[in-house]
């Protein structure tokens, strides 16, 4: 079973990984056979005296957090990467936004050629060419009035 304590200070330190997380989906996971496996094994709490074992009030603390668990199992890949920067970590399909942008990342270059028809049927200039940097795209003929004003 995982260090849950440790990987649950990883995480309020703002220092944990996509791992780290599915470590802690792991150990939760694996608490309902943890208390049974304790409760079987202890022996019976002292009754006759009306009071609770120490086990007993732990594994009375112990509990299984399925929400958290499930919402990690649908947000994280299962083969995740150990940091954040090389992506991957969060599964297709758990948020249209991050899928949205990457697919924009993706098809960029489609996306600027489509742009750039659109632009040619909404000027009607079929003779502009367009000139494109990595963050810019302008036509040529922008870029001629632009000179002609200065």
Same mark, same amino acid.
């Given at each position: 079973?995982?260090? +849950?304590?440790?990987? @649950?200070?990883?995480?309020?330190?703002?220092?944990?990984?996509?791992?780290?997380?599915?470590?802690? !989906?792991?150990? +939760?996971?694996? %608490? /309902?056979?943890?208390? @049974?496996?304790?409760? =079987? @094994? =202890?022996?019976?709490?002292?009754?006759?005296?009306?009071?609770?074992?120490? +086990?007993?009030?732990? +594994?009375?603390?112990?509990?299984?957090?399925?929400?958290? =668990?499930?919402?990690?199992?649908?947000?994280?890949?299962?083969?995740?990467?150990?940091?954040?920067? %090389?992506?991957?970590?969060?599964? /297709?399909?758990?948020?249209?936004?991050?899928?949205?942008?990457?697919?924009? =990342?993706?098809?960029? *270059?489609?996306?600027?050629?489509?742009?750039? *028809?659109?632009?040619?049927?909404?000027?009607?200039?079929?003779?502009?060419?367009? @000139?494109?940097?990595?963050?810019?795209?302008? %036509?040529?003929?922008?870029?001629?009035?632009?000179? !002609?004003?200065?």
């Amino acid at each position: 079973m995982p260090d +849950l304590e440790r990987q @649950a200070t990883r995480v309020l330190s703002g220092a944990a990984t996509p791992r780290d997380l599915l470590a802690i !989906r792991r150990a +939760l996971e694996q %608490t /309902p056979a943890l208390r @049974a496996a304790v409760e =079987s @094994a =202890s022996p019976g709490s002292s009754r006759e005296s009306g009071e609770r074992s120490p +086990l007993a009030a732990l +594994l009375a603390e112990l509990e299984p957090c399925d929400d958290v =668990s499930s919402l990690i199992a649908q947000a994280i890949n299962e083969d995740a990467p150990a940091a954040l920067s %090389t992506g991957g970590v969060i599964r /297709p399909g758990f948020s249209a936004e991050l899928d949205g942008i990457l697919i924009a =990342s993706r098809d960029a *270059k489609t996306w600027v050629a489509n742009l750039e *028809k659109t632009e040619r049927e909404r000027t009607a200039s079929r003779r502009s060419r367009w @000139a494109t940097t990595r963050s810019l795209a302008i %036509t040529r003929s922008d870029a001629r009035q632009c000179r !002609r004003r200065a």
